[in-house]
């Protein structure tokens, strides 16, 4: 990742911030509705998983500028995962839903670099958990 895409990434996160509850609300419909194999994964009441989501989302966001650092903990939450029962092509379409999740909350601000930064820092990261 390049300076230039952890700044896209970190200054368009902040314009989600405010719409945090929306933006999880639309990232777990949107989730559900192109992989509803997954659903069984996660607890019927999805509030504190909205809550972790946009939590573990900032942390990575906020951390970018020092990925090396963040790379365990990274990790770790991708063994925490496998024991949920995640597979590697379950991730594929939490991207996909993650950004069209930005999409839909940035509007016109997700502008085609935007997109990539965030593909690249999705890709990233989920690479890391992926292997873990």
Known sequence: MTPQ???LVQTSFKKVVP??????????????EIAPEVRSLFPQDLSE???????????AVGSLHRLEAILPAVADLGKRH???????????????????TLEKGLG??????????WTETYTTLAGVMTNA
């Open 5 to 7: 895409q952890i700044e």
């Open 19 to 32: 719409i945090a509850g929306t933006a999880a609300d639309l990232f777990y419909a949107r989730l559900f």
């Open 49 to 59: 998983q909205k809550k972790k989501l946009m939590g573990m989302l900032g942390t």
């Open 82 to 100: 496998k024991g949920y029962g995640v597979t590697a092509a379950q991730y594929a379409p939490v991207g996909a839903a993650l950004l069209w």
């Open 108 to 117: 016109a601000d997700f502008t085609p670099e935007v997109k990539a930064a």
